[in-house]
C-alpha cells in the first residue's frame, strides 16, 4: 500500500526534471473581453446583430483558477497524453489544494521524474496511465520515490503564436 505524500516545494524537483514550471507571478488582473454569444462549432448560420455586445471582461487567471495561491502552469512535453488532447507546448493549470480522485489527471515526480498522467486506483494499487497505446501503465510500488504536485484542473492551448512584425 502507498499513501500519498504531502506536496513538495517546487524547488525540491530534481535539476534533470524536463519540464519548465512556470509560478504566476504577476497578482493583478488583465482582462479581455467577452463576448455573450457562444462560437457555433460544427454548424453554419450567420451572426446575430447582438453578438457584437461585450457582456463583461474576462480575467483569464480567475477564469482557469478559483485558488490562485495553490494554482501553478507547467509546460506539456512528449505524446503519452495525447488521447486527451494534451500535447507538447500546452500550458497544463494545475491545483495543488485538490485531493486526487479516480481517473483525474495529475502532475506528479515518481523516481525522479516529473510526469502527467490519469490516476487510476485498483484496491490498495495505484496506476499511472497514459492517454496513448504505446505506453503502458505505471504501477507505483509503496517503495517509489512518488510525490503528487497536483490535479490538472485545465489546459492552455495556443493555436498560432502571435507575431510582434505583424
Known amino acids: 500500500m502507498f499513501v500519498l505524500p504531502a506536496f513538495t516545494c517546487m524547488k525540491e524537483v530534481p535539476s534533470t526534471v524536463q519540464w519548465q ?20 462549432a460544427g454548424a453554419t448560420g450567420f451572426p ?36 486527451l488532447g494534451i500535447q507538447t507546448g500546452d500550458v497544463l493549470v494545475v491545483d495543488r489544494s485538490l485531493r486526487p480522485a ?8 515518481i523516481a525522479g ?25 505505471v504501477r507505483v510500488e509503496s517503495s517509489e520515490e512518488f510525490v503528487l504536485w497536483g490535479v490538472v484542473t485545465g489546459i492552455v492551448k495556443l493555436l498560432r503564436r502571435s507575431s510582434s512584425t505583424q
Request: contains cysteine.
Open 21 to 40: 514550471v512556470c509560478i504566476p507571478v504577476c497578482t493583478t488582473a488583465a482582462t479581455a473581453p467577452l463576448f455573450t454569444s457562444y462560437v457555433h
Open 48 to 83: 446575430s446583430p447582438a453578438d457584437d455586445y461585450v457582456e463583461m471582461q474576462l480575467d483569464l487567471n480567475s477564469y482557469v483558477s478559483t485558488k490562485p495561491h495553490a494554482t501553478f502552469y507547467v509546460k506539456a512535453r512528449g505524446d503519452s497524453m495525447r488521447d
Open 102 to 109: 479516480h481517473g483525474d489527471i495529475a502532475v506528479c515526480v
Open 113 to 137: 521524474e516529473l510526469l502527467v498522467k490519469r490516476l487510476e486506483f485498483k484496491g490498495q494499487d495505484l496506476y499511472l496511465v497514459s492517454a496513448h497505446p504505446a505506453y503502458p501503465p
